[in-house]
Each structure stands twice: as C-alpha cells, then as structure tokens.
C-alpha cells in the first residue's frame, strides 16, 4: 500500500509538468501575441467551412504552419513566411496538422484565389492534377438537370463531367471553401514578432 502514494505523486507530479508546458505555458505565450492588422477574424461562413475542413480529414494531410528555412524549403515552394504566433490569433483549436501528403495550406487563398478552382479541386482532384492521390469528395455536391437560381456549378474537363446535368456544389462546399480562401497570413510581420531573435535568424537576419 506504501508503493501507491510515491507513484501517485509521482504520476501527479508528471501529469501536472506536462499541462505546464503543452498547455498553460503555450497557452501565456500566445496570449503575449495579440491579432496583427492585416488578419480578419472568420465569418459565419468560414468558421462552417472550418468545421467541414476537420470532419473530412483535410487536417491529417495538410499542416498549416509555414517552417523557417533552417527548417525546410517551404519559402521556395511558395508557401508563404514562416508562421508566427500571431497568424493563429482567431484558430480555436489550432489546425497545425502533423503530416504533409499535401501541401501546406495557411495560404492557399493567396496561392490559389479561385472559388471556381476550389469547387472542381474537391469534386475530383484527377481532374486538375492526374497524379493526385487526394481523395475526392463528391458526397458535398450533386448532380442535377439543369442549373436553378442561386446555384453554384462546378466547371470540369471532359471526362469528368457527368452524361448529363451539371454538378453543383452543396452548401458544406462552398462554406469549405470560403474557409480555405480566408487562409492568407500575407501580411507583414508584426514588430514584435520581428524583434523576436529566433524569427530574424530564421529569415536570415533581415
């Protein structure tokens, strides 16, 4: 009986140490980080978007956390600056994401600004890059006769279209993506975040 208090201790010692430092400490430092100007908190129909970019599983193929080029070649790819804390201000939780089958996506609406491309990119990946291994998600469109009111269709190549009708995106398609074209953290970097050491040698001590 003796042996269970030093282990509970023990056991409570490590689980309180590591909620210091994944969660409370973390936690300060993004505090210390207020929005930067130039990023615009989601609306209504991005934050919907957001939702359907977790429950279809965008997350587990694509990060959104820009690396430094001591890290990676990410800048040459064309993702975008290296993040800062400040590019998360509005992201509750955060879409960091662990792996990259995909590319990074923090900017993609600056990379790729068309709803249009977007739309036909979901419905079928083939159909733009042959090579993709994206799954496709056909489940947030349908097949119709012919286009009514209000509608948004979906351009695609021949052999992709349907015998007949046109394919027109569902709402959870068009809120996806509004999601991914609010994805722009462009703008400059915030003083505070040029100040910080680690930052300026990552962009080669500009």
């Known amino acids: 009986m003796n042996r269970y208090l030093p282990l509970s201790i023990l056991a409570l010692g490590i689980l309180a140490f590591a909620?210091?430092?994944?969660?409370?400490?973390?936690?300060?430092?993004?505090?210390?980080?207020?929005?930067?100007?130039?990023?615009?908190?989601?609306?209504?129909?991005?934050?919907?978007?957001?939702?359907?970019?977790?429950?279809?599983?965008?997350v587990y193929c694509h990060s959104q956390?820009?690396?430094?080029p001591d890290q990676?070649?990410?800048?040459?790819?064309?993702?975008?600056?290296?993040?800062v804390a400040g590019d998360?201000?509005?992201?509750?939780?955060?879409?960091?994401?662990?792996m990259r089958t995909g590319p990074d996506l923090l900017n993609v609406g600056v990379r790729l600004p068309s709803q249009s491309w977007h739309l036909t990119h979901l419905f079928q990946p083939r159909a733009i890059f042959g090579w993709s291994i994206m799954p496709s998600y056909p489940f947030v469109f349908e097949v119709k006769d012919r286009a009514e009111n209000g509608d948004t269709v979906v351009r695609l190549p021949p052999?992709?279209?349907?015998?007949?009708?046109?394919?027109v995106a569902k709402p959870e398609a068009v809120d996806l993506v509004a999601y991914l074209l609010s994805l722009d953290r462009s703008y400059p970097?915030?003083?505070d975040a040029l100040r910080d050491e680690g930052y300026a040698k990552a962009e080669g001590g500009r």
């Open 72 to 83: 990676g070649p990410d800048g040459q790819r064309g993702w975008g600056r290296p993040s």
């Open 65 to 68: 956390q820009p690396r430094s």
């Open 88 to 98: 998360y201000a509005y992201d509750r939780p955060h879409l960091l994401g662990t």
């Open 159 to 167: 052999g992709y279209a349907p015998p007949s009708g046109v394919v």
């Open 19 to 58: 909620t210091l430092m994944l969660v409370i400490a973390p936690g300060m430092q993004m505090a210390a980080h207020p929005a930067p100007a130039g990023l615009k908190p989601y609306t209504a129909q991005e934050l919907r978007g957001r939702d359907q970019y977790v429950g279809l599983g965008c």
């Open 189 to 191: 970097v915030p003083p």
